[in-house]
């Protein structure tokens, strides 16, 4: 059994494979626990791409997708994680793969996965979002970006300086839906820290609407409504 793991920065990738003695970054021993798991979980989405199963689901705030090899893969049985992460407001893809194949196969699988992301990132017409977002502290409407572009799998960022930051990563389905993982952060007078936990919605064609409260006792609301989905040129 094979368990590799890599990080790519969504804007430059960058990344190794992780060294054989590091711990498996999946949580679990073999390929059929991980989909049993999934399958238990209510809150998971199931979507068949290709043969592939995919599955988008969260861990630990973080929005994750599962990808699990049809019958007849060369490394099948096995599962690649994706997982989109912001960092000091960078956007980062990590991938973890877990594979009961011949090595060669497993490692493979992995290249695959990380040549198809350089592919995206090097991609002269990258897919992009086109959200309406705005704030609002305590039921006054304070801030509002209109027609944004959000380019997929890349962390886009709205300021409100000295207050808080939104950062939006959409990703598209195969039938041109839009999964949004929003974080929001506040800023406690030095430095912007996270304020609860990251949401993973898909608006539709309709808007999605998000209240938090701040360490002071203010409510924040959001409202987020993915317009379009296109190349850009």
């Not at 960078?90 to 060669?104: P, R, S, T, Y």
């Amino acid at each position: 059994m094979r368990a590799i793991a890599m990080m790519l920065f969504a804007c430059g990738v960058q990344g190794a494979l992780a060294a054989d003695d590091e711990p498996v970054p999946i949580g679990e021993a073999n390929v059929a626990a991980v989909l049993e798991a999934l399958r238990a979980d209510a809150s998971v989405q199931f979507r068949e791409q290709r043969g592939w199963t995919v599955v988008a689901s969260r861990e630990g705030g973080e929005p994750a997708e599962w990808f699990f090899t049809p019958e007849g893969h060369a490394a099948h049985p096995a599962v690649v994680k994706r997982t989109a992460i912001e960092r000091d407001g960078v956007g980062m893809i990590d991938l973890a793969a877990l594979c009961h194949a011949e090595q060669a196969a497993c490692d493979r699988l992995l290249d695959d996965f990380r040549q198809q992301h350089e592919l995206e990132q090097a991609a002269a017409r990258p897919e992009r979002v086109t959200l309406n977002v705005s704030i609002a502290l305590d039921d006054h409407e304070r801030l509002r970006v209109e027609r944004m572009l959000a380019e997929e799998g890349m962390a886009a960022e709205i300021r409100f300086t000295d207050v808080l930051k939104m950062v939006i990563v959409p990703t598209l389905g195969d039938d041109g839906s839009v999964l949004l993982w929003t974080a929001v952060y506040e800023f406690d007078g030095a430095d912007y820290v996270p304020l609860g936990e990251p949401q993973l919605a898909n608006p539709g064609s309709g808007t999605i609407t998000l209240e938090m409260a701040s360490t002071s006792g203010s409510r924040f609301g959001f409202s987020l409504a993915s317009l379009v989905a296109r190349t850009a040129e």
